[in-house]
Nanobody
Framework: QLQLVESGGGLVQPGGSLRLSCVAS????????IGWFRQAPGKEREGVSC????????NYADAVKGRFTITQDNAKNTVWLQMNSLKPEDTAVYYC?????????WGQGSQVTVSS
């Protein structure tokens, strides 16, 4: 069974940066599609970014395009989300997600708060 553990959230001022990490255990990420989602208070969970299993293809939500970058190192079974030029509207709980066929797993979530 695949387990995901996130870290790296916190409080940052507008314009600042944070890097979220997602470490997988139990299975290798080699064949999983990886994604980052977020959920702000009172809002539905939304997709932020996703990456193919090889990392060769990535996609971003329009709201974060040009500011966020998803990367992965399958040898370390780790995925990162680099977040730059953060805005107050980026405040949310961020979740790591991995899926292949009928197997999927969610991380526990990491709070990101952007405020002055």
């Amino acid at each position: 069974q695949l387990q995901l553990v996130e870290s790296g959230g916190g409080l940052v001022q507008p314009g600042g940066s944070l890097r979220l990490s997602c470490v997988a255990s139990g299975l290798t990420l080699d064949y999983f599609v990886i994604g980052w989602f977020r959920q702000a208070p009172g809002k539905e969970r939304e997709g932020v970014s996703c990456s193919s299993s090889s990392g060769s293809s990535t996609n971003y939500a329009d709201a974060v395009k040009g500011r966020f970058t998803i990367t992965q190192d399958n040898a370390k079974n780790t995925v990162w989300l680099q977040m730059n030029s953060l805005k107050p509207e980026d405040t949310a709980v961020y979740y790591c997600h991995a899926r292949i066929a009928s197997i999927e797993s969610w991380g526990q979530g990491s709070q990101v708060t952007v405020s002055s």
